[in-house]
Structures are given as C-alpha cells and as structure tokens.
C-alpha cells in the first residue's frame, strides 16, 4: 500500500517534475506476469527514476548494508527501502549469492516484475563492468524473459560520494524482452548462465552507449586508489 502513495503520491510527482525522465521503450515491459527488468547502475538515483516511470511495481534486490547505515541518513534510508518494499541481500560468500537468488525466485514465483542491476554494485566510474551471474541463473530456473535497461545521465547527475543529486534531465530505455528458452534446464551450467548473463550486458550496454570493461566493478572498487577512482566520461547518447 505505501509503495503506492510513496510512488504515485509523495514521491513520483516530484521526481518526475524535476528530472522530466525521456522514456523510451517502455513496451516492452509486460504489463502483467513474471519478468525481470536488468539494468546497469551508475547511481544511488536508479533506485527512484527506474520504478517512478513504471507502471507496475518492481521489487529490487537491494545491498543490505542499505538496511543497517548509521545515523539519520542510514534510518532514512533503511525505511526507505522498507516501505517500498525492496529485499536485503547480503552480497558476501557464495551463501548470501545462493539466498540472493532464492529471494528473486520467490518474487518470480508471485508473478510479480523482478529489478536487478548484474553488475552488482555501482559502477565507480560511469563504464559497464562485467555482469555477474546471478540474473542468469534466475531468469532459467524460474523461465522469464529479461528485459534489459540503461540508466542515461544517472552518473552525471549522482556520482559515487554526492549526496544531493544535480537536478538534469535523465533518460530511461528499455529493450526488447530476451527470450532464453533455449537454454532451458542449463542453469547449472557454468557455460551457459555465463553466455545467458554475457547477452544480457551487451543488450544493456547497445542501449546505454557505455564503454565496456571486462571486469567485475567490485574487483575495481577494491583496486582504487586513496586518491579515487579514475573518472570516465559519460555516454555520448
């Protein structure tokens, strides 16, 4: 019920007025039963302009430190995430990927709209990392098409570290749902969830016009410097 008022009362006029989301391919989206919506995440904001320009409610897979920040910003943000329905997921060990993948399953199962950002983290400089595997391995065993998403100007408007996000205008594409009923009964596979996820990026990144890098964004976070990460520009779209 608050996801409702949150989106159509409180919160979604007021994003949409300010950011004038283009949306594009918006379709493509079913209007009804199980999918999962794949995106790259440049920004803290893809958490509120994705779901805001949708017309069905979409339940991410959220990092669970978002649940247990300290001070204001961390109880703000924890009943945020609450209210709206989102699930903590602990993103350490092979458990927490294995429980990752139960909890989106279990949302699949209702038949409800899946959100998922494959690269699992915020990209820290504006490129599409390497997706990781878990939205493979879900969009087989539950046997739901993929809809991929590209953020556009998210990066520009709320960098890693920026608290308030600069009011410009942002740009939301959806592609043409990926059928992977081919692989059927493959979501064991290390070859195929592997080619699965890798489609699923390229999708992301032919929408997004990002630079690609063939690394795990975590990887990288914990590679940077004391003096920070290398910044890259945006997309030219």
């Given amino acids: ?29 079913p209007e009804e039963g199980a999918a999962i919506v794949a995106g790259n995440h440049l920004s803290f904001s893809d958490h509120f302009l994705m779901p805001v320009v949708l017309s069905r409610r979409i339940t991410f897979l959220a990092k669970q430190e978002y649940f247990t920040g300290p001070g204001l910003k961390g109880r703000l943000t ?32 209702r038949g409800e709209l899946l959100g998922i950002y494959p690269e699992g983290t915020r990209s820290p400089d504006g490129r599409l990392y390497k997706g990781k595997v878990g939205v493979a391995v879900m969009a087989l065993r539950a046997g739901v098409k993929v809809v991929p998403c590209a953020m556009v100007g998210t990066f ?21 749902p990926l059928d992977f009923s081919r692989f059927a009964g493959l979501a064991d596979e290390k070859a195929a969830v592997r080619a699965v996820t890798d489609e699923i990026m390229y999708e992301i990144l032919r929408l997004s016009g990002q630079e690609y890098v063939d690394e795990y964004a975590a990887k990288v976070k914990a590679a940077e410097t004391p003096e920070g990460p290398r910044k890259f520009p945006g997309p030219g779209r």
């Fill in 1 to 29: 019920m608050f996801y409702h008022v949150l989106k159509h009362v409180l919160l979604g006029p007021l994003l949409k007025l300010l950011f004038r989301p283009r949306v594009e391919g918006l379709e493509h989206v």
């Fill in 156 to 176: 520009e408007i709320q960098p890693p570290g920026r608290v308030l996000p600069r009011i410009r205008r942002v740009t939301i594409r959806f592609g043409e």
């Fill in 78 to 109: 924890a009943a945020f995430f609450r209210s709206a329905g989102q699930i903590p997921v602990d993103r350490s060990g092979k458990e927490a990927g294995r429980a990752a993948i139960r909890e989106g399953l279990g949302v699949l199962g």
